[in-house]
């Protein structure tokens, strides 16, 4: 019998001694207490903001025209949305009335990968939920917006509603019940794509948007 073979032996011979399942529930709660809505805004934006998002305080009435503005002011003049959502329609009549261009993630990419690549500028979507503990958009794609709309363009700007941003990442699965189901790519975006694997130098955009805009859609604005 070789050395290997009595390792392995022995291994399987040892008995097995039962465990108990951690008490994951428990600990957080006394981890995290409950919060209001504003403390859980304020420690997700301070997260976030510490990686470099920009996070801009809007209502539901006024984050078409914030979003406008914030084009405006970093001269782009396209945008990636999802014509077919409410959101995607409002933005882009907002956008189209201002003479800014609006397209839809409408076909394979295989058919305009070119365009996709190298002619986006900017795109929107839509954040399902974010985490305060650790600054975090999530993010559930869909065959509205796909996950290359949140991966290739430049600038990315999400639409996050107050609401629905949860204390920790333990409590967004419980609460929106994950175990029921997940899509293919369920996304953790913490901030812009950054990198500091040469030379231990930090160079955003490698990976995927070098700006990643929020607008925090609360009662107030």
């Avoid at 933005?91 to 305009?112: K, R």
Wanted: aromatic share 6%; hydrophobic share 45%; proline share 6%.
């Amino acid at each position: 019998m070789s050395a290997r073979d009595r390792i392995l032996a022995k291994l399987n011979a040892a008995p097995v001694l039962p465990k108990e399942a951690p008490d994951v529930a428990s600990w957080y709660t006394t981890h995290r207490g409950i919060e209001s809505t504003t403390d859980k805004v304020a420690r997700f934006r301070a997260c976030i903001e510490f990686a470099h998002a920009e996070v801009y305080a809007v209502s539901q009435a006024s984050w078409p025209q914030k979003l406008w503005e914030i084009l405006a002011a970093k001269q782009i003049d396209k945008l990636l949305l999802a014509p077919a959502t409410p959101h995607g329609q409002r933005a882009m009549n907002v956008l189209s009335e201002s003479g800014s261009a609006c397209s839809g993630y409408t076909q394979a990419i295989e058919a305009w990968k070119e365009e996709m690549f190298h002619d986006i500028p900017a795109s929107l979507t839509v954040a399902r939920g974010a985490i305060a503990e650790t600054g975090t958009l999530v993010l559930w794609p869909d065959a509205d917006e796909p996950r290359l709309m949140s991966l290739v363009p430049p600038v990315h700007v999400v639409l996050l509603e107050a609401s629905k941003i949860h204390n920790t990442f333990y409590e967004i699965m419980h609460n929106e019940s994950w175990a029921n189901g997940l899509p293919t790519n369920a996304l953790l975006i913490s901030g812009p794509s950054k990198t500091a694997d040469i030379q231990v130098t930090l160079a955003y955009g490698a990976h995927g948007p070098k700006e990643l805009i929020v607008l925090l859609i609360g009662d107030e604005a």
